[in-house]
T-cell receptor, first 110, second 114 residues
Framework: AQRVTQPEKLLSVFKGAPVELKCNYS??????LFWYVQYSRQRLQLLLRHISRESIKGFTADLNKGETSFHLKKPFAQEEDSAMYYC????????????FGKGTKLTVNP | DAGVIQSPRHEVTEMGQEVTLRCKLISGHNSLFWYRQTMMRGLELLIYFNNNVPIDDSGMPEDRFSAKMPNASFSTLKIQPSEPRDSAVYFC????????????FGAGTRLSVL
């Protein structure tokens, strides 16, 4: 069965510090991976997906199949990055449903 | 487009009552997902539809929960009878379909069952 693990429920950093939100997955095939973000009082929205290999709002994430990880990174955190972050997995070529991790609440302090 | 629209935004009801949550998809989308979010379990998929057909309902907790898509743009999630443990935020999301496509979420319905 597919599973997504986000080991940190809470993460707190200071403005300007690097931040890394961890995500590990369990899936025997070739996964599609996503990061979704929920800012305060806003709806859940896509931040980035691994197939796009893009940087959004300064965030990047690299799929490491050897370590089955898809960690989200940003070199210099900003206060507006404070939000709930969810890592999600879908199975390429298979079901389109997403399996979400339990989320990490990031707080960036001034 | 106003995005995925959910109603009501908040619902407070008493145990045993029927609750109906509503969702309007983004025009042109053909996949619809219902999720439940709780502190303990995070975001869980309850059921999803493709072209109005239920594809996977393995996440539906029990027979008290039912979901329908009476047409291509609208869905309901019904809980009958409701119980306090059903208290959660319920989200629906729509997409163009396919494992690579982005899901667009509604603002959610916060349900409190007293």
């Amino acid at each position: 069965a597919q599973r997504v693990t986000q080991p940190e429920k809470l993460l707190s950093v200071f403005k300007g510090a690097p931040v890394e939100l961890k995500c590990n997955y369990s899936y025997s095939g070739s996964p599609e991976l996503f990061w979704y973000v929920q800012y305060s009082r806003q709806r859940l929205q896509l931040l980035l997906r691994h197939i796009s290999r893009e940087s959004i709002k300064g965030f990047t994430a690299d799929l490491n199949k050897g370590e089955t990880s898809f960690h989200l990174k940003k070199p210099f955190a900003q206060e507006e990055d404070s939000a709930m972050y969810y890592c999600a997995l879908s199975t390429q070529g298979g079901s389109e449903k997403l399996v979400f991790g339990k989320g990490t609440k990031l707080t960036v302090n001034p | 487009d106003a995005g995925v629209i959910q109603s009501p935004r908040h619902e407070v009801t008493e145990m045993g009552q029927e609750v109906t949550l509503r969702c309007k998809l983004i025009s042109g989308h053909n996949s619809l997902f219902w999720y439940r979010q709780t502190m303990m379990r995070g975001l869980e998929l309850l059921i999803y539809f493709n072209n109005n057909v239920p594809i996977d309902d393995s996440g539906m907790p029990e027979d008290r929960f039912s979901a329908k898509m009476p047409n291509a743009s609208f869905s309901t999630l019904k809980i009958q009878p409701s119980e306090p443990r059903d208290s959660a935020v319920y989200f629906c999301a729509s997409s163009l379909g396919g494992s690579r496509n982005i899901q667009y979420f509604g603002a959610g319905t916060r349900l409190s069952v007293l």
